[in-house]
């Protein structure tokens, strides 16, 4: 890579010269060597006092900010009621509270903090010093004093030799960890069928989660979005959380002809179809319905369904389509289930 | 309340409805056209009419039909009623500039009077949601922790725990909620425009609907508290870590940066 | 160095201080443990101190954990919110979010500790990453520090998981469907899915028992584990002395910078409360998890923008990029499109703690190593490196699909097939991308060793010729850029021994042999400039 075409004396200055008269007469042993460290060189406040009386100054003020920053907190602490809203641009409308505590806070520790780097750079010693590393290792003496060490203690326990207690002893230790690990039995209970069946059965009412009233089939226009539960389920309920993770209902109207799927036709009524709302990969609520692509996309993970075809999978991480719930209409003309969902809702699991 | 929504189940109560509704926008209509001419409300109504099928064959006729039946570039617009017409045109949605899977909002350029006409034609076309008062969407008076709830079961799901929107499938969206009128937040839940769908006041009552504006007005209008300070626009985790990269990472840098480089030398001034 | 001197009379003590100090000594041995320590050298640079960062983190969050634990109430049994907020007033919730909101509007403070302790959390991962980062690319994992790499490496691990499991805690609408998520991915794990997830949470979900459980994970078995790796991460530092870059007068054998005792105490201990003073000032200006929009948790309800916390975004893409790939067969399920990346998770996680060990045995370097590499010196680590932050941030990338998509206007499907096809694509193409950039830079090394820095400034020559005038470097420069080693990769030997019979040779041994070529060969390192080199050009007059 060195192809300079300059033949000339002049040219060495397009080259780095040797130090020192070195070049041409003597060569040099490594020309890369370590120089070593460089002389110290001071900063104006190690030679002129008054540049050091400044800095000092500086160090104090930084420190007495410090100071006004945490009788300032206290004082904001006193004065500002907790429910306090104040306009700040930009921040908008904040807790006068929370922003007057946070800046003095800021300010109390910034003082100190500024106050002893500040102190550290100019006024302690800089000059840098040389300290000896050592290896990790012992040397050959040690490594072999350590050993015979080891050599005796372990001949000393007959650990070796008596293979009897090594084995009963390595059973015993592999034992005693189950003691804890059968403790862990009541965390919870078993699995049973707990994930296979939920709230929903034959004859129960869907009840709509916004009136809390039995949803009727001319309540849902074609185009709309509604979410039901089952009948009897109260929000006050001991296992509300755990029966409405489960029996979470997504009610959609399409036009008869727009549904593809001949079950998923089957099972609603008159276009009314009823699909789980907790998503089949991890479980959140699903529920993003486009109503003219009758795609429901999930938040979290973006599993994109079909409603039009059996809330098949169209895209994303799910694995398979959205439960169906098989409604029809009693006798009082409200949308009631006809059984429970015929697949376990929610994540796939290794039973299922 | 009550005894309304038993009633409306009654066959006749669609006539009713649409009673109500001609009633309303023609009222609408005379309380907002201008005065000179004092004729009677029949006349205001069909005048109302003649002059949105103008405006209609001029800005929506190419898409939708010469007379609202739809055609492969819109929809029909039979039966959606005056409440779709003032949200899609109030909001600058309608006329779209193109056909396309989302038509995003932009500049209005009817004036009220105009989209009344042109929803009064559409209206006329058959029965439909209506424009609704200023008291069935005014937040005033409205539960806004109930409207909380109901946010989060029929709302956020798409337009986020505030309304900032979010992400649908292909690059559609839900548009944020920010600075929207009521009276369009209301008639978004009535009509469920483009792909959003309806929730019509069977399955979510008026006053449900007054809840949620409440809601929104309380967390999400510019007089909105937030204690916290700057919110980063309230869209979750992923721009606190950007802003704790940036920023406070940053910050952290700096400092470092500045606390090892090395104090000017005595000689070099 | 300091040195005592044992004195035949001792001084007595007069400073009350140096008496407590002696009073100490005489029953720990103070003054042994002071003897190396007191004046102990930290070279002096500022990516030194992207560990302290994480270290201050870690103590903000320790103190402001403490005060939150005052307040906050682990507990789901239901309440009926009355506090301030009116847009919650009536609406039930769990103990633990109610109490959360308490802190946040009716606890005078409560609202900015709880706000530090986030933004602590946030900056504490971010700053083991990078600090990881830093000793990766450098170099600063090799002997004698491989353990400490590792200690640092399962202090990030379990960082995330005390995030995640403090995220948890107010049991909000957000971090509840963080949890479902995780109940989801448990329940994925073949033949024991189901009983883990009813053990998790004393059985279905959401149960009454996780935000107790995750409360003891969270504040006590998780930090103190992690109290217990700094501790000896710290130790270990202190042992092994700072490694240091390359410069006049460093070598193997010394260590050059300030003294412990007072500059570092001042630098470090005024480093503390810049750290705990900037997150204030952020935590008061900034909203961070404003619990009180999101609502309490109902596993029928959720908000579009559903995110884990940062550090665990990268997860949250391999889960949204998987395709559904589901396995029935005899009456089971193998639930792969969510068991494949819940394993895939900590494996790109040990792909970077295994690295050291891999290294050394492609390279069979076995010697200890003080002075830092310089990135460009190393390029298939280099090249590694950025190839695993690639993997990172595509991840990343895929774990806010849904933010990047409203913001950027893009497609959410789009934006999930760019990082299905980035996962593999991308890292590749990085890691040649860096090695290449790297053997530029190498190669701009060695011009500069041999014919000086580019000054800019062009002479005309007398018999009118231009050149640029090259300014020779300093001998210390000239030390910087060649001081690396350059090794030769291991060599097998040849294929047939004297006798032409085929020497057997281990497969392992000759895939070590191929990575070695791979790593020391020639396409990984412009050979820097040789004694002789330097000297015919420097020497040279005319004759070069």
Redesign the interface.
């Known amino acids: 890579?060195?192809d300079?075409t300059?033949?000339?004396?002049?040219?060495?200055?397009?080259?780095?010269?040797?130090?020192g008269g070195h070049?041409?007469d003597v060569?040099?042993?490594?020309?890369?060597?370590?120089?070593?460290?460089?002389p110290h060189?001071?900063?104006?406040?190690?030679?002129?006092e008054k540049a050091a009386k400044h800095s000092e100054r500086v160090v104090a003020g930084l420190f007495g900010l410090s100071m006004l920053g945490t009788i300032g907190f206290i004082a904001c602490?006193v004065i500002f009621p907790?429910?306090k809203?104040v306009y700040i641009f930009?921040?908008?409308?904040?807790?006068a509270?929370?922003?007057?505590?946070?800046?003095t806070?800021?300010?109390?520790?910034?003082g100190?903090?500024?106050?002893?780097?500040h102190?550290?750079?100019?006024l302690?010693?800089?000059e840098?010093?040389?300290?000896?590393?050592h290896?990790?290792d012992a040397d050959d003496e040690l490594r072999e004093n350590i050993r015979q060490q080891w050599i005796t203690g372990a001949r000393e326990s007959g650990f070796g030799r008596r293979k009897l207690i090594r084995t009963t002893m390595y059973g015993a230790m592999a034992l005693v960890p189950l003691a804890g690990v059968v403790l862990?039995r009541d965390?919870?209970?078993?699995?049973e069928d707990?994930?296979r069946h939920t709230l929903w059965s034959k004859g129960k009412v869907l009840i709509?989660?916004?009136?809390n009233r039995p949803?009727?089939p001319?309540?849902?226009?074609v185009?709309?979005?509604?979410?039901a539960?089952p009948e009897g389920l109260q929000?006050?309920d001991e296992d509300f959380?755990?029966q409405?993770?489960?029996a979470?209902l997504m009610i959609?109207r399409l036009k008869p002809e727009d549904i593809k799927d001949k079950q998923e036709a089957d099972w609603g009524h008159q276009g009314i179809v009823a699909f789980s709302?907790?998503c089949t990969?991890?479980?959140?609520?699903?529920?993003?319905?486009?109503?003219?692509?009758h795609?429901v996309?999930c938040?979290?993970?973006?599993?994109?369904f079909d409603l039009s075809d059996g809330a098949r999978?169209i895209?994303?991480?799910?694995?398979?389509p959205l439960p169906q719930l098989r409604i029809s209409v009693n006798g009082d003309g409200n949308l009631v289930a006809l059984g429970d969902f015929a697949v376990p809702v929610?994540?796939?699991?290794?039973?299922? | 309340m009550k005894k309304l929504s038993a009633r409306r189940r009654h066959p006749l109560a669609a006539l009713v409805v649409l009673l109500f509704a001609l009633a309303a926008t023609g009222g609408l209509y005379a309380a907002l056209a201008p005065a000179p001419k004092a004729q009677a409300d029949d006349s205001a109504q069909s005048l109302a009419i003649t002059q949105g099928k103008k405006l209609y064959s001029v800005g929506c006729a190419t898409c939708h039909g010469t007379s609202g039946q739809g055609s492969t570039d819109g929809p029909s617009l039979v039966g959606v009623g005056s409440a779709a017409v003032d949200f899609q045109v109030g909001t600058g949605r309608m006329p779209a500039q193109q056909p396309g899977a989302q038509i995003p909002k932009k500049k209005n350029i009817y004036t009220q009077a105009q989209i009344d006409q042109l929803a009064a034609y559409i209206a006329s076309l058959g029965p439909g949601p209506v424009v609704p008062t200023k008291d069935q969407y005014s937040p005033a008076g409205a539960d806004a922790a109930k409207g909380g709830e109901l946010f989060r079961t029929n709302c956020s799901q798409c337009h986020n725990f505030v309304g900032r929107g979010g992400a649908l499938t292909d690059g559609k969206f839900a548009p944020s909620l920010k600075g929207v009128d009521p009276k369009h937040v209301y008639e978004a839940m009535q009509t469920g425009p483009q792909n959003m769908p309806s929730f019509p006041d069977t399955t979510m009552p008026q006053d449900a609907k007054a809840d949620i504006i409440a809601y929104l007005h309380e967390v999400d209008s510019s007089s909105s508290p937030n204690p916290g300070g700057f919110t980063l626009g309230t869209i979750g985790p992923v721009s606190e870590g950007l802003f704790a990269w940036v920023f406070g990472l940053g910050a952290m840098i700096a400092i470092a940066v500045w606390m090892a480089a090395r104090t000017s030398k005595a000689k070099k001034s | 160095m300091s040195t005592t001197t044992e004195s035949p009379s001792r001084r007595q003590a007069t400073h009350p201080g140096e008496r407590i100090a002696e009073w100490t000594d005489g029953r720990l041995g103070l003054y042994k443990l002071a003897k190396s320590n007191l004046r102990k050298i930290f070279p002096d640079h500022w990516s030194f101190m992207l560990g302290e960062v994480c270290l201050y983190s870690f103590v903000i969050l320790i103190l402001t954990g403490v005060y939150l634990t005052l307040f906050f109430h682990p507990s789901m049994s239901e309440v009926v919110y009355h506090g301030p907020y009116a847009p919650l007033q009536g609406v039930r919730m769990s103990d633990a979010y109610a109490s959360t909101m308490h802190i946040s509007f009716e606890v005078r403070g409560g609202l900015l500790v709880r706000q530090i302790h986030h933004w602590a959390a946030l900056i504490f991962i971010a700053g083991m990453i990078v600090h990881m980062m830093r000793v990766f690319f450098t170099g600063g994992f090799r002997k004698p520090r491989e353990i400490n790499w590792l200690f640092g490496w399962t202090l990030l691990f379990l960082g995330m998981f005390t995030g995640f499991t403090g995220y948890s805690l107010p049991d909000d609408l957000l971090s509840g469907t963080g949890v479902r998520f995780m109940e989801g991915a448990i329940l994925s794990t073949p033949l024991i899915g189901t009983y883990l997830s009813m053990f998790l949470f004393g059985g279905e979900f959401p149960g009454h028992d996780f935000v107790s459980r995750f409360y003891s994970v969270h504040i006590l078995l998780l930090p103190g584990l992690m109290a217990g790796l700094l501790t000896a991460h710290l130790i270990l530092i202190f042992y092994h002395k700072h490694t240091q870059f390359p410069g006049a007068g460093k070598t193997e054998k010394n260590v050059v910078g300030t003294p412990l005792l007072p500059i570092y105490t001042a630098k470090a201990g005024g480093f503390f409360f810049l750290v705990f003073g900037v997150i204030s000032a952020i935590a008061a200006m900034v909203t961070i998890n404003p619990i009180w929009t999101m609502g309490p948790y109902r596993p029928d309800q959720v908000s579009t923008g559903a995110q884990p916390d940062w550090y665990m975004g990268f997860s949250e893409g391999l889960i949204r990029v998987m395709p559904g790939w589901e396995i029935r067969a005899w009456g089971h399920t193998l639930v792969l499109g969510v068991f494949i990346p819940l394993m895939i998770f900590p494996l790109v996680l040990m792909a970077i703690a295994v690295y050291p060990f891999v290294e050394s045995w492609i390279t069979g370097d076995k010697r200890e190593h003080h002075i830092l590499d310089r990135p460009r010196n190393r390029p298939v680590r280099t090249g590694f490196g950025v190839a695993w932050l690639t993997l990172y941030f595509v991840l990343l990338i895929g774990g806010g699909n849904d933010i990047w998509a409203t913001h950027f206007h893009l497609s959410i499907n789009a934006i999930t097939w760019f990082v299905r096809i980035g996962f593999f694509v991308l890292p590749v193409l990085t890691y040649w991308i860096t090695k290449r950039i790297c053997l530029g830079l190498q190669r701009r090394d060695r011009d500069k060793v041999l014919h000086g820095r580019e000054t800019g400034i062009i002479k005309r020559l007398p018999h009118g010729e231009f050149i640029e005038v090259h300014e020779p470097l300093s001998q210390q420069q000239l030390h910087v850029l060649t001081a690396h080693a350059q090794p030769r990769p291991i060599d097998l030997g040849p294929e047939f021994d004297e006798n032409g019979v085929a020497r057997k040779t281990s497969p392992v041994a000759k895939l070590q042999a191929r990575m070695s070529r791979n790593f020391y060969g020639e396409n990984s390192a412009i050979p820097k400039p040789t004694a002789e080199e330097f000297e015919e050009i420097t020497a040279g007059h005319g004759h070069h």
């Open positions: 890579m060195s300079e300059g033949s000339h004396n002049d040219v060495s200055e397009n080259l780095p010269s040797a130090h070049s041409g060569v040099k042993p490594d020309p890369f060597a370590n120089p070593g460290l460089p060189e001071y900063r104006r406040q190690d030679i002129d602490f907790v429910d809203i930009p921040f908008g409308h904040v807790s509270l929370n922003f007057s505590l946070g800046l806070l800021a300010v109390a520790l910034l100190i903090g500024v106050g002893a780097v102190w550290a750079r100019t302690m010693s800089d840098e010093i040389v300290d000896e590393r290896r990790a862990l965390l919870g209970p078993l699995p707990k994930l709509n989660s916004n009136t949803l009727r001319e309540d849902v226009a185009g709309s979005l509604t979410f539960q929000e006050s959380q755990q409405i993770a489960k979470a959609v709302k907790i990969h991890v479980g959140c609520p699903i529920s993003l319905y486009e109503q003219q692509t795609h996309l938040p979290c993970h973006q599993s994109t999978v895209f994303g991480p799910a694995g398979h929610g994540p796939a699991f290794w039973e299922r």
